[in-house]
Structures are given as C-alpha cells and as structure tokens.
C-alpha cells in the first residue's frame, strides 16, 4: 500500500534547473524524516539531501550544497529537491525515501523508497 513516486527527472543542459516531486500514499509524511538519494553508474548511491519532519533540521551533501533546495508539504504528502545549476556531475538516478527516524533514513538500512527517477545533465 505504501508508495513513493517521483517526478521531474528528464534531461538537462548543465546550468539548467529541475524541481523533483515525491508523493507519498499509504503513509502520513507528518511522522516522516524524508530525504533524496541519488546513484551514478558505477558508484554507491549517496544521500544527497533529508529533512526532518518538522523542518527544522536539514542536511546537503557538499557537492550540492549551494544548489539544491529540499522541502516538504505535509498537507500534500509530497517531498521535492528544486535542483539549480546543474552540472554534468549530478547525472544519476535520484531516489526519494522516508523513514521515522532521521538517522536510520539516512544510513540506507530501512525505510520506504521510490522507484527512482533518472536526471541526466549533458550538453
């Protein structure tokens, strides 16, 4: 019954912006830390950035830092990363993900997880 389902992945020329969507069903995101992963061919996936429930606490790997925006609308149940200046680099499959508890979410070992959605940023 739980799902996850991204949105707003495509292609893009680097410099370019891109706003990813996650609706969440079968689950109250009000309860939720939420964040955004991301894996590139060849390597591990990586978190990239989360936010805890109630908002007030947020983490951005450093290679995003600067350029990516997580947020969430708990009355839409629905998670986003607005993605600006993109670069080459940021290629990969971008996951969405939920978990009560902020840590667990964020070391991968449990939790509820999309589907992924693929963000190609080429000339």
């Known amino acids: 019954q739980v799902q996850l389902v991204e949105s707003g992945g495509g292609l893009v020329q680097p410099g370019g912006s891109l706003r990813l969507s996650c609706v969440a069903s079968?689950?109250?995101?009000?309860?939720?830390?939420i964040g955004w992963f991301r894996q590139a061919p060849g390597k591990t996936r990586e978190g990239v950035s989360s936010i805890s429930n109630s908002g007030g606490y947020t983490y951005y790997a450093d290679s995003v830092k600067g350029r990516f925006t997580i947020s969430r609308d708990n009355a839409k149940n629905t998670m986003y990363l607005q993605m600006n200046n993109l670069k080459p680099e940021d290629t990969a499959v971008y996951y969405c993900?939920?978990?009560?508890?902020?840590?667990?979410?964020?070391?991968?070992?449990?939790?509820?997880w999309g589907q992924g959605t693929q963000v190609t940023v080429s000339s």
């Open positions: 993900a939920a978990d009560l508890d902020l840590e667990l979410l964020f070391k991968q070992t449990r939790g509820y």
């Open positions: 079968g689950l109250n995101l009000d309860y939720y830390a």
